[in-house]
């Protein structure tokens, strides 16, 4: 069975650009969150989809959205890029809403480069 | 406020001894709590998963205990290898409401030879 597959695996851009990453789950995980890492911050929760309605969402900014298709497939987007937005960024897949009785399948990851 | 501490950034033991790395957690009231591996450059991996009324959980050498009146858990590796070096984190469940996981800022653990 597939893992968690997340591309691209890297990405840079400029301030003021936008970027879309996606994240593919393990096939008939319905529910996929996403989360930024960062040194400093460590794993943040952005949001999380389950069967293409937002179930949760963290606090960051506006500027940072996602979708998710009917096939579970997940994008998140983040507009007008900032210097701070350099992160890895993460997808995690879960069989159901992911809470802590459920464990997470995360991916590689995304790392975004800012400049 | 709310917040997870693992108890230091960087843990260094000799191989074969016991690793002990500590997740505690301040005005949370978790019902389960989970340990997830974490690789340079990889995401996370799920290790193991201990519920309130849980005092301890092995999985071979992993063991967990989770005490909910100190509000901590204790992640043990016993007789450890090099390869058993990596970032450990624990994450949470903020309240049982169906929250999304809240983790630690992890411990990078280094098993030396």
């Known amino acids: 069975k597939a893992g968690v597959t997340q591309t691209p695996r890297y990405l840079i851009k400029t301030r003021g650009q936008q970027v879309t990453l996606s994240c593919s789950p393990i096939?008939?995980?319905?529910?996929v969150s996403w989360y930024q890492q960062t040194p400093g911050q460590g794993l943040q929760f952005l949001f999380e989809?389950?069967?293409?309605?937002?179930?949760n969402k963290g606090n960051f900014p506006g500027r940072f959205s996602g979708r998710q298709f009917s096939n579970s497939r997940s994008e998140m987007n983040v507009s007008t890029l900032e210097l701070g937005d350099s992160a890895l960024y993460l997808c995690?897949?879960?069989?159901?809403?992911?809470?802590?009785?459920?464990?997470?399948?995360f991916g590689s990851g995304t790392q975004l480069s800012v400049l | 406020s709310q917040k997870i501490e693992q108890n230091s950034e960087a843990l260094n033991i000799q191989e074969g001894k016991t690793a002990t790395l500590t997740c505690n957690y301040t005005?949370?009231?978790?019902?389960?709590l989970q340990w997830y591996r974490q690789d340079p450059g990889r995401g996370p991996v799920f290790l193991l998963l201990?519920?309130?009324?849980?005092k301890e959980k092995r999985k071979e050498r992993l063991k967990v205990t989770f005490d909910t009146t100190l509000k901590q858990s204790l992640f043990h590796i016993t007789a450890s290898q090099p390869a058993d070096s990596a970032t450990y984190l624990c994450a949470l469940e903020p309240d049982n409401y169906g929250q999304n996981f809240v983790f630690g800022p992890g411990t990078r653990l280094s098993v030396l030879p």
């Open positions: 201990i519920r309130e009324n849980e």
């Open positions: 989809y389950f069967s293409e309605t937002q179930r």
């Open positions: 995690a897949s879960s069989l159901s809403p992911a809470t802590t009785n459920e464990k997470l399948f």
């Open positions: 005005n949370y009231s978790p019902a389960y």
């Open positions: 096939s008939g995980h319905r529910s």
